[in-house]
């Protein structure tokens, strides 16, 4: 496996260039469409997807629910904390990052609201700890009372509660994601009926996102060409329309880096898409070969990040970081709550 640098994959962002929140009509936003055959960049608008895609093609989304992973809470010593939960691990037990994290110590209770606290059950040298919910009967409607929507670092201010909502895909039925799969963002129910009526169908998958896609690429992780592991699901009817439109020549147009990493792992593992369930650590830089995506819907991402590095597999990089320029001079605006890319 060829080394993985970086830095290869940087580039320059003015800070208002970074979306703080999201416009009001969501299919209105700016859509790029690059050609990796023609070599071509356009500047159009998501609603004009249904000119862009064609009859036959399958739309494949990804209909992770965001749940309100932040919580702020108190010390037994009255000290504020913080908690943003990474992943479940069953039992009542959930994966989280705490500040301070170096103050808090194994068998300590730390609580949010009445009735409604967590034991520390374990910590980490990679900044986890492990905690278990106490008091409420069901966690998932704790989280909806106390719970803040998980706004990535990026987007500078305090969640409000539009964000419930705007932070939300229309796709949204599973919940278990701390970030939303962005590129879903811009569907609406018009939009989707349009492409319905044009003849472009549509499936779902699912893949929690985790806060790993945040994080900074790690040693180890460049090293061994693993990422941090997101668990997915492809059910028996999405693996049949993925299956139906190869066999009739349709594109398998993928909504979002999560539902490419989904259905390429599926792919590599099987040789097509099936169904089935687990845990993905796909890393997909330049090079890899693809089996299952023709078209993408994506977002544009964080410099140096592994969504970059699967945009650039997927487009060629010398042609993504061009359209990446040419969408800073343009003004596009970038990342979760920004404008849009199509890549063909």
Known sequence: MQAIHPGK??????PDCIAQQPIT???ACRLMVVDRIQRTIRHCRFSDLPDLLTPGDLLVANDTKVI????FGKRQTGGKIEAL????????????LLKPWAKIHPGETLAFAPGFSVKILDKTVSG???IKFLGMRSVERALSRFGHVPLPPYIRRPDRAADRKNYQTVFAKNPGAVAAPTAGLHFTPR???ELRRRGVTRTAVTLHVGLGTFQPLRAEQLASGRLHAEHYRIPADAAQAIKKTQQHGGRIVAVGTTVVRTLEHAARRAGRVRTGAGETTLFITPGFRFRAVDALVTNFHLPQSSLLMLVCAFGGTDLILRAYREAISKKYRFYSYGDAMLVV
Not at 68 to 71: C, D, Q, S, W
Not at 85 to 96: D, I, Q
């Open 68 to 71: 309100p992973a932040r919580l």
């Open 191 to 193: 939009l989707l009926a």
């Open 25 to 27: 009509n969501r299919a």
């Open 9 to 14: 994959f940087d580039y320059a962002l003015p």
């Open 85 to 96: 939960l990474v992943r479940p691990l069953g039992g009542r037990r959930w994966e989280a």
């Open 128 to 130: 986890l700890v492990t």
